[in-house]
């Protein structure tokens, strides 16, 4: 890479950073399908915040997580692609109770990968099937001052995702909309400590596995860049619990 193209690099990486631009796991960047052999590597940042179902339905919890990936894709041919992702995410817990402090999760490793498909091309249009997956852990800790109580909280979460997109191509844009639907499941442990001592005075588990999540529609653009860069832009969301944003920088490579 010349000096040119890792500075550039480097000061998108910074603003993405800072700026904190984008909400909710991506689905499109879907100029990463191209000729065989064709390898794309993207900067990616996500915000997501939901409401999750835990103890099969008894039970419902709020969550945001802010998530950094870089992500490598992998053309296996003119219609189809492969693509991982590795990075670093967080999970947030609201309390909204006042005797309570949030649980502010802490940012540990987090990777997922999956596969676009373009099963019917029209010109310079074309149908997308995309599926992914997302997995990490946090943990973080809730201060019960009144009672000198702290929980220590631990979740293992994972997320599935699948889509169908509409894509077309205009000189060096191209436009796509689509429905996604997402699966959510995991586990939340947690122990109670006495303050200041630090004493374990309880401790439990509980399973989450959320099937009802809407469909979410979205939409996005991707804007060619000279050589091989773009940028991806993505919008949906069926209310103010479902939006999602999304944006993306990329650069692609040929063999």
């Known amino acids: 890479m010349t000096k040119r193209k890792a500075l550039g690099t480097l000061c998108l990486l910074i603003s993405l950073f800072i700026g ?9 960047n879907l100029i990463g399908i191209g000729s065989p052999g064709t390898e794309r590597v993207a900067i990616e940042y996500n915000y997501i915040g939901r409401v999750v179902e835990e103890d099969r339905g008894t039970t419902k919890f709020e969550i945001t997580s802010n998530r950094f990936f870089v992500k490598g894709d992998y053309s296996l041919s003119n219609f189809a ?13 609201p309390t909204k109770d006042p005797k309570y402090t949030d649980c502010d999760g802490d940012f540990r490793f987090a990777y ?4 676009k498909v373009r099963p019917l091309v029209i010109g310079q249009s ?7 997956g997302v997995a ?3 943990e973080g800790r809730i201060n ?7 929980i220590k909280e631990k979740y293992r979460w994972r997320e599935y995702q699948a889509a169908l997109a509409f894509a077309t ?27 200041p001592s630090n004493q374990p005075i309880d401790k439990g588990s509980a ?12 939409i996005g653009v991707d804007l060619q860049l000279p050589q091989g860069y773009a940028v991806s832009l993505e919008a949906g969301g069926v209310g103010k619990d479902e939006v999602t944003l999304m944006l993306g920088f990329s650069q692609k490579s040929s063999r």
């Open 20 to 28: 904190r631009e984008c909400i909710a796991q991506p689905l499109g």
């Open 126 to 132: 074309g149908f997308f099937l995309i599926g992914q």
């Open 144 to 150: 019960d001052r009144a009672n000198h109580v702290r």
């Open 207 to 218: 399973d989450f596995s959320d099937d009802q999540q809407s469909l979410r529609p979205f």
């Open 81 to 93: 692609n492969l693509f991982l992702k590795l990075g670093a995410a967080d999970l947030d817990v």
């Open 136 to 138: 990490l852990t946090s």
């Open 169 to 195: 191509q205009i000189k060096k844009v191209n436009l796509y909309l689509g429905l996604g639907k997402t699966w959510l499941e995991g586990k939340r442990d947690w122990t109670k400590y006495l303050i």
């Open 112 to 115: 997922g990968g999956g596969v």
